[in-house]
């Protein structure tokens, strides 16, 4: 069985005592006619792109926190490029998904600012749409991709493949049989790393 | 019994059972709304290759997918074929600095990065802001539609099954199907709460 639920992935897996540091990320997107003119290029404010901010922003916050500061205002970069249809796509934002209702929803408002900072002309263009998804997320920047050949043999904890050795064995042949192994070192991703 | 049964109708669940249905595993894929209705749906569709290094090779390896993907696929599926250069703009003196986290990785990956004065910048990209100060032209970067990438995926991976059949209420093959539990509208399934 492979999970690839995004960040429902954890409620999923939960049930069944697997647990996984998967958060959801909210991100917002503008869609925009312009007025004029184009863009020649997928075009990124440099300053939006500062790792600790990125790894730090998506951070389940302490208590602590929401009760001295608020809840954690959204990270807003300007992303910007042509879309096939002639409208502009306009990003970037990232908050941590602590409620089913954006938590901030003057993000687009921001992003688009951010947007006519880097692209002045676009403050003449349409908006046409707005919305908004759930990356799914964790604590590092790799993503979680677990290697079922290798636990079903019970070379680690038997957590994927069941308990029963023959069903591991079983599910390892199958794979085997298959040719499926990983084409690059699957070690990054493990899905359990995060655990203490 | 499928080989496999995968939960999540997203891209990552859409190109594990195309590779696994050209590996020639029967596979199932689950999904409880629509193909790519979450983030996969959602996002701006920017192929460009990750910072961290230990996702370069599998990113590396995704490209020539996508590409053949579209190409073959029984609907529109928009995605440059050359790419077509992404442009880190700074604004001010401060960006220079913090532009270098993502200009070193682009750097460890052989990407080629061209450094742009201002008057530089402004002929290479004319709508940026005339108060910018540098920039990097970096030889990458994709649009795609991820949402239609996500649907061509698994439509490609249902074609490789030998035979194909349905059964109530969703799209099933005996090698490759889809499930979609229907009933959830987008705007629920986003609203539900991890």
């Known amino acids: ?196 | 019994v499928p080989d496999v049964a995968i939960v999540g109708g997203g891209i990552i669940g859409a190109a594990c059972a195309y590779e696994l249905s050209r590996a020639g595993a029967s596979v199932t894929l689950i999904e409880r709304d629509e193909l790519a209705a979450g983030a996969s749906g959602r996002n701006q569709g920017w192929f460009v290759l990750p910072e961290d290094p230990a996702l370069e090779r599998m990113a590396r390896a995704t490209l020539p997918t996508y590409l053949e993907i579209a190409a073959s696929a029984t609907l529109p599926v928009w995605i440059d074929r050359e790419p077509v250069g992404h442009l880190l703009v700074a604004l001010d003196d401060e960006d220079v600095p913090r532009s270098q986290v993502a200009l070193e990785a682009a750097e460890a990956q052989g990407v080629r990065i061209r450094p742009l004065d201002a008057a530089e910048l402004r002929e290479v990209e004319p709508a940026v802001s005339p108060d910018a100060v540098a920039g990097w032209l970096l030889d990458q970067g994709h649009r795609l539609d991820p949402a239609a990438l996500t649907v061509a995926l698994a439509l490609a991976a249902k074609r490789r099954a030998p035979t194909s059949g349905t059964t109530s209420g969703c799209a099933r093959s005996s090698t490759t199907g889809t499930r979609s539990a229907r009933g959830h509208g987008r705007r629920t399934r986003a609203r539900r709460h991890p």
């Open chain 1, 1 to 196: 069985v492979i999970v690839a639920a995004g960040p429902w992935s954890t409620s999923l897996l939960d049930p069944i005592g697997i647990r996984l540091a998967i958060t959801g990320a909210r991100g917002w997107i503008v869609r925009v006619r312009p007025a004029s003119g184009t863009l020649r290029h997928m075009v990124e404010h440099a300053g939006w792109r500062v790792a600790p901010e990125r790894l730090a922003d998506v951070a389940r916050p302490s208590a602590g926190s929401v009760a001295e500061a608020g809840m954690p205002e959204a990270v807003v970069g300007a992303v910007l490029h042509l879309h096939a249809d002639g409208t502009v796509l306009v990003g970037s934002s990232r908050q941590p998904w602590l409620t089913p209702e954006p938590e901030e929803p003057s993000v687009p408002q921001q992003m688009l600012r951010a947007g006519i900072r880097l692209a002045p002309s676009l403050a003449d263009a349409t908006v046409t749409s707005t919305w908004w998804g759930l990356r799914p997320m964790n604590a590092g920047r790799a993503s979680v991709r677990g290697n079922g050949a290798r636990r079903a043999r019970g070379r680690d904890r038997p957590r994927i493949g069941g308990r029963d050795p023959g069903r591991r064995h079983r599910t390892a042949r199958n794979l085997d049989r298959h040719g499926w192994s990983p084409a690059f070192d699957a070690a990054p991703f493990d899905p359990f790393r995060f655990a203490g």
